[in-house]
């Protein structure tokens, strides 16, 4: 049911956009007044940076515990590129660190993805994983090919999600830090040739995540 509505909800916005005009950083409130009716409740909020939708009656009822916030709909898919150059920038070396993004206290990684958009040429080896944790960073994504033909994915399968994500047994949710930011990286090795040395090598690391309340 969540896919369904979060899949609904993604539509909406496309409309919305096409329908209005709008930039990427506002969703028209009629997505928002969609989802309700698929919620049976009432979601109010309208969507932009840093905004968050509320469902006031689909939510937990309260028992001894006192509830202190409405339910809200917080996961959401962020796509960060790669480009060669930055690939080249880190230099003179066969390893090397392109930070993706930073993470809030309280974000809850789920899933996350790299995408090869246009292999990587330059060196005889070419490898990039996706994680949290120095030096190697393959707790998001393992290491993977990098040289790999354009729309390869990596983190789909078992073999490939790092093991903050899957344990070997059991897939499972990454929270870094309930106080501290965190920052993710994709770390890049090379062999044949330094980094500075590659050539063509971009793509795309997705990552879904929601930060708790």
Known sequence: MRAFILGLFTVCIA???????ASPNYVPNPAVAAVSAVMG????GTVGANTVISATTAQLTSSTMTRTNNATLRRTWTRFDWTNA???ALGASTTGDIQVCTLPAK????????VIKTAGS???TLTVAVGRTSATFIDYVTANDAQAAANTVYGATKATIGTHLYDG???IDDLPSWTATTAVNA??????GNLSAVLTSTGSVYIESEVLP
Request: charged share 5%; glycine share 14%; net charge neutral.
């Open 15 to 21: 409309v919305g956009f096409v329908m209005a005009g």
């Open 41 to 44: 409740g009432d979601v109010t």
């Open 86 to 88: 930055m690939v080249v």
């Open 169 to 171: 047994v059991t897939f």
């Open 122 to 124: 330059g060196t005889t």
């Open 187 to 192: 770390h890049f090795i090379s062999s044949g």
């Open 107 to 114: 974000t809850v990684v789920t899933r996350a993805f790299v």
